[in-house]
């Protein structure tokens, strides 16, 4: 089982509607939740990080977190074609050390 | 505003060559890491240093090592370039387990 797990998509939605993305994860003592957006060639950017359970919004993008289910989600309002990426969902652990912990991405199409 | 840049964006290099990918940040950040990144196998961890002069093995360390000389420098050796190592790699830096990476752009990396 991989460590954390997406959906490799693509996911395609029209312009202006609701892209809901999902992540699981594995490791129950798992401390910080992120999503990078990555387009095309480029490295990836943080656009949202969680810590604890609930939403987290920050204009059109909304973060929930699930610890007790080992879910993050990211909820991208009013999609634009500027949106169409690729998402990582990113864990941190702490295994001694700490490091993060990457899904493979799922792809993102917004349709105008 | 914070950095992280990478000494190339396009490299070739032949099999058997030896190959040296470097790493500058400019934000005094203790953590650094090396990633790959392949389409279908998302990010995946080569290797990560807490400190100067301290390495530890990430998830694909065969074929690569590392050097950690000043804080703000982490190197990324391929001791024999082979084909199976053409990829993206990205190198990231991070304050601490619940902060955000940053990455710098990525080299490319093909060998023939």
């Known amino acids: 089982q991989k460590e954390v797990e997406q959906n490799s998509g693509p996911l395609s939605v029209p312009e202006g509607a609701i892209a809901s993305l999902n992540c699981t994860y594995s490791?129950?003592?798992?401390?910080?939740f992120f999503w990078y957006r990555q387009y095309s060639g480029k490295s990836p950017e943080l656009i949202m990080f969680i810590y604890s359970n609930g939403d987290k919004e920050d204009g059109r993008f909304t973060a929930q977190l699930n610890k007790a289910s080992q879910y993050v989600s990211l909820l991208i309002r009013d999609s634009q074609p500027s949106d169409s990426a690729t998402y990582l969902c990113?864990?941190?652990?702490?295994?001694?050390?700490?490091?993060?912990?990457f899904g493979a991405g799922t792809r993102l199409f917004v349709k105008a | 505003d914070v950095k992280v840049t990478q000494s190339s964006r396009y490299l070739v290099k032949r099999t058997g060559e030896k190959v040296f990918l470097e790493c500058v940040q400019d934000m005094d950040h203790e953590n650094m890491f090396w990633y790959r990144q392949d389409p279908g196998l998302g990010l995946r961890l080569i290797y990560f240093s807490y400190d100067v002069k301290m390495k530890e093995k990430g998830d694909i360390p065969e074929g690569y090592s590392v050097s950690r000389e000043k804080k703000e420098r982490f190197s990324l050796i391929l001791e024999s370039a082979s084909t199976n190592q053409t990829s993206m790699y990205l190198c990231a830096s991070i304050l601490g387990p619940t902060y955000e990476q940053y990455f710098g752009p990525g080299t490319r990396l093909t060998v023939t």
């Open positions: 990113a864990v941190g652990v702490n295994t001694g050390g700490f490091k993060t912990i």
């Open positions: 490791d129950r003592g798992s401390q910080s």
